[in-house]
């Protein structure tokens, strides 16, 4: 049994990764096409597309590595959360689709080049939103039945759940801004940084709300917060991530470049790290825990030899494409 605890926890590991490496690298990406608009010219649009264009879509290998880790690993997951929200990950995918087709199709459209700037934003837009409502109806928890889910179709549509989806819209915009700071010169540059400011103002006012709403949706997560002696291990979260805000804040002021992008990442794994600690051990919010969904233990290691080659090769590439297309991105390139 402590074998299979610990095969268990090495597969939770293997989906905790995919989802923040999906968080974090594809997240600039569609920050920046919900900036896209905003922009005063097509020129500004062209760099922001370009700076990133070579590296946007294997960004999104961690999605299908995390959903298809989960399908594998813990499948009772697998059949229960994902009926619980249907709408909103069709959704996503079919905004996803757009802004890849929008990707390939708008340097070489000519009258229609409109068409596809909406279509990027618009995806970009609708792909954030559903990603932040998936994790509001997550957290407050899915109606089960057996390993069954028992809700309804519009289960996932709360104030909570719509909240969590505006404010990731601001986080990942954050991260647009802030990735653009340290890949673009000039004026886009410089409205970059004012962008990026009143985001993250915004951002804290997301993670605020989020903190205090999320002790209200069930009393474990209260207790898991507020009762002693857990109060005091878990006061540094919220105070890291008042410093991590507090050094952004002032990297913007000084007009430091690479800082604001990796301190923006920073906010996303402290709130990843509050998450955690608001749902552990649950893996199905709040009826199954992860060894109650996971897999069979001789699927976990027959899967587990494939993961081995898997992610250090698909780290290693990641790691080789952002080094060859490193440095800033100007009008002329492509």
Known sequence: MEDWSLLTLAWVGIIGLAVVMYVLMDGFDLGIGILFPFVAGDADRDVMMNSVAPVWDF???WLVLGGAGLFAAFPIAYATVLPAMYLPLLA????LVFRGVAFEFRFKAGRSRGLWNTAFFGGSLVATLAQGVVLGAYLQGITIEGRHFAGGMWDWATPFSLFCGLALVAGYGLLGATWLIWRTTGPLQG????VARRLLLAVLAGILVVSVWTPLLDPRIAERWFSTPNLFWLTPVPVVTALLALWLWRSLDRWRERQPFFLA??????SFGGLVVSLWPYLIPYSHTVWQAAAPPETQVFLLVGMAFLIPAVLAYTAYSYWVFRGKVT???H
């Open 331 to 333: 009008g002329g390139y």
């Open 92 to 95: 996503m995918l079919i905004a």
């Open 191 to 194: 409205w970059c940084y004012g």
């Open 59 to 61: 960004n999104e290998t």
């Open 265 to 270: 990442l920073g906010l996303f794994l402290m």
